[in-house]
């Protein structure tokens, strides 16, 4: 874990830009599909979204859009709810917030 300062600007920038967004995205779906089938069961995402639906056509499986497509509301309302003001957070490691704010670093380094 990390200790981050971020803004909303920080986390629409990262959900805009479909190459780095979509990259983790489908890593982080790669990693939660243990049996490689091409959609998550609820057991393979029972300890990471145990409270979320996120199989919008409730055929018990959630696909790599239904993944994208939900994550990517969440982080905008995260965005919505933080408004430009920056906050500290503490952020884990390998998280969406994470690298965000990774990716707003390499801009700034640039």
């Known amino acids: 874990m990390s200790v981050e300062v971020l803004d909303g600007a ?37 300890k990471e979204f145990q409270s979320l639906r996120f199989d919008h056509d409730a055929n018990g499986a959630v696909d790599l859009e239904e993944f994208r497509k939900e994550t990517k509301q969440m982080m905008l309302a995260m965005a919505n709810g933080l408004g430009f003001l920056p906050v500290q957070m503490v952020l884990e490691e390998d998280s969406f917030l994470k690298k965000a ?6 801009k700034m380094d640039a």
Do not use: Q
């Open 10 to 46: 920080t986390i629409v920038s990262f959900v805009e830009d479909e190459e780095a967004f979509n990259g983790l995205i489908h890593h982080r779906f790669s990693n939660l599909d243990t049996n490689h089938d091409g959609f998550l069961s609820y057991a393979e995402m029972l």
């Open 101 to 106: 704010v990774e990716r707003e670093a390499m």
